[in-house]
């Protein structure tokens, strides 16, 4: 097993090595320059690319830049005056970071539950109801749902905020706009898998040593159809927290999502690069996580592996 982990991790740190040279390369190639949209006079922006070190050689720009991200440094802003990347992201990544969360325990938990349900009820009511769920949250993109939501439980029925983040009351919306589309597709997963699994040998064999349905079902159909729905989790969380840009816009959430889509707008480099590299780190540990709990879950993963 600590082979198997020792693996994994070395493969995180190389990815995380080629996305920050690739990210910072690409920032390099954009169009336009940083300081082009402040309206500064040539002087004043030959000594701001002086400061910032975009007079050096790209090189030698690569090589500090890495040199500082050891430490954990990201830089200042180009943008916001005297605040730095790192102030930035400890102000707002916690309101993304909960929102992410709480539509992560929602989409799983309730898809998961949707799953085992539907595929129990294999062609009755219930099923067709739970495919139907999974259907609608598949095919609906998250802002068309966070408008929906606000509209019907804000707008017109007064039940819940329309926007904002001030309490527990003003993430319902937000999250489940977040969750659904999670939801079904850890349902429709969780469905095929719990029906492939039915007319496996050792069901049979479960069923013929007289075990209950309920001893069945908990700890041999769910435990072996979870598995498929463990490997997308890594992915899962990239969707999610990628997912939140749009909607703190729509529930003006004061989340990473301002800033990152601003950055890209404005050429701000550091503030691309960090937010980046940020995001592919907290993404990249994710699927660390998920590899061990995959290797935990299934002993022949581990072994298996290269």
Same mark, same amino acid.
């Given at each position: 097993? %600590?082979?198997?982990?020792?693996?994994?991790?070395?493969?995180?740190?190389?990815?995380?090595?080629? %996305?920050v040279?690739?990210?910072?390369?690409?920032? =390099?190639?954009?169009?336009?320059?940083?300081?082009?949209?402040?309206?500064?006079?040539?002087? @004043?922006a030959?000594n701001?690319?002086?400061?910032?070190?975009?007079?050096?050689?790209?090189?030698?720009?690569y090589?500090?830049?890495? /040199?500082?991200?050891?430490?954990?440094?990201?830089?200042?802003?180009?943008?916001?005056?005297?605040?730095?990347?790192?102030?930035?992201? /400890?102000?707002?990544?916690p309101?993304?970071?909960?929102l992410?969360? =709480?539509?992560?325990?929602i989409?799983?938990?309730?898809?998961?539950?949707?799953? @085992?349900?539907?595929?129990?009820?294999?062609?009755?009511?219930?099923?067709?109801?739970?495919?139907?769920?999974?259907?609608?949250?598949?095919?609906?993109?998250?802002?068309?749902?966070?408008?929906?939501?606000?509209?019907?439980?804000?707008i017109?029925?007064?039940?819940?905020?329309?926007?904002?983040?001030?309490?527990f009351?003003?993430?319902?919306?937000?999250?489940?706009?977040?969750?659904?589309f999670?939801?079904?597709?850890v349902?429709?997963?969780?469905?095929?898998?719990?029906?492939?699994?039915?007319?496996?040998?050792?069901?049979?064999?479960?069923?013929?040593?007289?075990?209950?349905?309920?001893?069945?079902? /908990?700890?041999?159909?769910?435990?072996?159809?979870?598995?498929?729905?463990?490997?997308?989790?890594?992915?899962?969380?990239?969707?999610?927290?990628?997912?939140?840009?749009?909607?703190?816009?729509?529930?003006?959430?004061?989340?990473?999502?301002?800033?990152?889509?601003?950055?890209?707008?404005?050429?701000?480099?550091?503030m691309?690069?960090?937010?980046?590299?940020?995001?592919?780190?907290?993404?990249?540990?994710?699927?660390?996580?998920?590899?061990?709990?995959?290797?935990?879950?299934?002993? =022949? @993963? =581990?072994?298996?592996?290269?």
């Open positions: 097993m %600590l082979r198997y982990v020792l693996k994994r991790v070395l493969a995180a740190l190389i990815t995380l090595f080629v %996305l040279s690739v990210v910072f390369f690409m920032v =390099r190639v954009m169009p336009g320059e940083p300081f082009t949209s402040a309206k500064l006079t040539p002087a @004043v030959a701001m690319e002086k400061y910032y070190g975009f007079d050096k050689p790209l090189p030698v720009q090589i500090q830049y890495i /040199g500082k991200l050891l430490h954990g440094d990201f830089g200042y802003s180009m943008k916001y005056t005297n605040r730095t990347v790192n102030d930035i992201i /400890g102000e707002t990544f309101f993304s970071a909960d992410g969360i =709480r539509a992560l325990v989409a799983i938990s309730f898809g998961l539950v949707l799953g @085992v349900i539907s595929a129990l009820n294999r062609g009755n009511k219930i099923d067709f109801i739970c495919v139907i769920i999974a259907i609608i949250g598949t095919s609906v993109p998250d802002f068309i749902m966070g408008a929906f939501l606000q509209y019907f439980f804000g017109k029925w007064g039940l819940l905020p329309v926007a904002q983040y001030k309490g009351e003003y993430t319902i919306l937000p999250s489940v706009a977040l969750a659904f999670t939801l079904a597709s349902s429709r997963i969780m469905r095929s898998s719990m029906l492939e699994v039915v007319g496996q040998d050792y069901i049979k064999t479960a069923k013929a040593k007289g075990l209950s349905d309920f001893r069945i079902v /908990g700890r041999h159909q769910i435990r072996n159809a979870i598995m498929p729905v463990i490997t997308m989790l890594g992915p899962t969380v990239a969707a999610v927290l990628t997912g939140t840009f749009v909607i703190e816009s729509i529930y003006a959430i004061p989340g990473m999502g301002k800033y990152y889509v601003e950055s890209v707008s404005t050429n701000d480099y550091s691309i690069l960090g937010m980046t590299v940020f995001y592919g780190a907290f993404l990249i540990i994710c699927n660390l996580i998920v590899d061990i709990l995959y290797g935990i879950v299934d002993p =022949r @993963v =581990r072994i298996a592996a290269p």
